[in-house]
């Protein structure tokens, strides 16, 4: 089976990195900052693919360096090193990490989707929850308002959102509501990539166990291949197949979910693994 | 003494100090070679305040000449204080011939209005601009709108005109209705009504637009596509008046509201100009646009 999303190398650092930043940084040192030019290293090295209807983990303490790699991949940061393909764009002949502003505009309009941990960083909040899916459709080239609002009211309904707030300011809603209509922004254009950076950081368990649930049923339903960045183990175990670990930046170990669970081989993994509750 | 020709006369011809209005010249000729776009330019100090019509101002003296013939209106009227200042600030600073006809002016500098009787090719028109940022409601920042411009991300835009119809069953926008000007950048008709929106499509004349107190030139050259923005099902209207003109009886034009002192209202043309000539029963030549036509009469 060809890989749906291969990065090579991804690399972000902050400041003037030295002759021997990358060395003098990660795990085995014990840090991410460069104890020359006090450059921070915010990840380095990072390879990894992906592959169609695939569900990966990053896991992670914080500032290991997980959300990063999301944010570089969906254009939300300029990366320092390391390239990417995506199969969808060229048929994956073209570094995405490359292309220009219009391009990655593109990519991320048609290919890709992003639900953050901050709804108010995933969507407008002065635009309303229908307001929000429009823009996603809009800026795939949809321009005729009733079906606009007919493919926004199928996505709320289908992300368990009272269709009847479609045009409420999300400002009005319940974190779980606005985590919802996040989603259902991402998924409007049925994108193969979907980024879940930290999406249920933050509310409670009985509503983060529903939105779980909303997004297992939607990575099954509509195959859609996800990266799930999380602090949390538990959620690692209920969404994804394959598990990457970081730590000060670097990936520690990789492997199946349940493997790297049952019997993890990196010290930082077995710390992580013994002190889930 | 010494006598000093140089300061003979006060000022320079039209204002404006000769390389300033070569600075100026040069932008607009940008502005006309990416129509639509808006090019910033030095905006220099003129004896009103920023705001009250200097980039118009800026633009109508430094394409002057000593042959040109000058108009001016202010919401229609030649008689308004905006432009009568204007008009006599012109004139002092040029000694150009001013004029009220519409016909007989080759530079016609106007405040949120285009002139009913149709503008021909030996004209130019020079709007005074408030504000020439169309995306300005959507977005505050000014380089992340240069960058919306740059990469025709117009979404924002279209999701505001979507919200609108939403809350109001319709798109709210009286005056400034933004316009998509050659298939590429999102343009502010400086705040025309609606009603002047689609004569600036494949017009025949020059539109110049300066706005002093943003510093931005922009302009739509002769014969340019301008489209209003609109869904597929949701598009572009023009005012509707219900009554004609209380003084020719005429509905094809640009309506003023008035409140009578019984409290009952009725209908003026508002291009003051247009209207003289309608009385005295002269043949004025309109605009012609499909949603003028579409007027019952």
Not at chain 1, 244 to 265: A, F, N, W, Y
Not at chain 2, 5 to 12: M, V
Request: charged share 25%.
């Amino acid at each position: 089976m060809s890989t749906l999303l291969e990065v090579r190398n991804l690399t972000k650092i902050y400041g003037e990195p030295g002759e021997h930043t990358l060395e003098r940084t990660g795990p085995r040192a014990g840090t991410n900052i460069c104890p020359d030019t006090e450059a921070i290293v915010a990840c380095a090295n990072v390879s990894f693919d992906l592959y169609p209807g695939e569900v990966l983990g990053i896991v992670g303490e914080s500032g290991s360096g997980k959300s990063t790699v999301v944010k570089l991949l969906y254009f939300d940061m300029e990366r320092t090193l390391g390239s990417a393909w995506l199969k969808p764009y060229l048929d994956g002949h073209s570094d995405i990490l490359d292309a220009s502003g219009q391009q990655k505009r593109y990519i991320r309009n048609y290919l890709m989707g992003m639900v953050y941990q901050n709804p108010r960083d995933g969507l407008n909040f002065r635009f309303t929850s229908g307001g929000n899916i429009a823009e996603k459709l809009i800026m795939a080239g949809h321009m005729h308002v009733g079906k606009i609002r007919e493919r926004a009211s199928f996505l709320l309904d289908r992300t368990e959102v009272p269709v009847r707030r479609m045009d409420d300011l999300p400002s009005s809603f319940s974190g779980g509501m606005q985590q919802r209509v996040q989603i259902a922004k991402a998924i409007a254009n049925n994108p193969p990539l979907l980024f879940l950076d930290e999406v249920t950081t933050g509310l409670d368990v009985s509503v983060q166990a529903r939105v779980l649930d909303l997004i297992r049923e939607l990575q099954q339903e509509l195959g859609i291949a996800m990266i799930v960045v999380s602090h949390d183990l538990s959620v690692i175990r209920m969404l994804t197949d394959r598990t990457l670990v970081m730590k000060h930046g670097r990936i520690v170990e990789s492997g199946l979910t349940d493997q790297i669970l049952q019997d993890p081989q990196h010290a930082y993994t077995q710390l992580l693994v013994s002190s889930l509750l | 003494m010494i006598e000093n020709k140089k300061y003979s006369r006060r000022y320079n011809f039209a204002f404006i100090d000769e390389s300033t209005k070569k600075e100026i010249r040069r932008k607009l000729l940008k502005a006309v070679a990416i129509p639509g776009y808006q090019v910033p330019y030095s905006s220099p100090e003129m004896p009103i305040s920023r705001g009250w019509g200097t980039g118009g101002l800026h633009v109508t003296l430094a394409i002057i000449g000593r042959e040109d013939v000058f108009k001016i209106i202010d919401q229609g009227s030649d008689a308004s204080v905006n432009a009568c200042n204007l008009r006599e600030f012109v004139e002092s600073m040029t000694g150009c011939k001013t004029t009220y006809d519409t016909r007989e002016a080759t530079i016609i500098q106007t405040r949120h209005r285009i002139t009913e009787e149709v503008l021909e090719d030996h004209q130019i028109f020079v709007f005074q601009v408030p504000q020439p940022e169309p995306l300005r409601g959507v977005e505050r920042y000014e380089y992340k709108t240069r960058l919306m411009h740059g990469e025709a991300d117009y979404a924002k835009m279209w999701v505001s005109l979507y919200e609108s119809f939403v809350q109001h069953g319709d798109i709210m926008l009286g005056a400034g209705y933004p316009v998509k000007v050659n298939g590429r950048y999102i343009m502010a008709p400086s705040p025309i009504p609606r009603w002047d929106v689609p004569n600036l499509n494949h017009a025949r004349t020059l539109y110049l637009f300066g706005a002093g107190r943003e510093k931005r030139l922009y302009a739509v050259p002769p014969h340019t596509t301008v489209e209003p923005l609109e869904f597929e099902d949701v598009l572009f209207k023009i005012e509707k008046f219900g009554l004609p003109c209380a003084k020719t009886g005429y509905r094809k034009a640009f309506l003023d509201e008035l409140f009578l002192d019984d409290g009952s209202k009725e209908y003026v043309i508002n291009d003051s100009n247009f209207m003289d000539k309608m009385e005295l029963g002269m043949d004025v030549q309109q605009f012609v646009n499909p949603y003028l036509q579409k007027i019952v009469e």
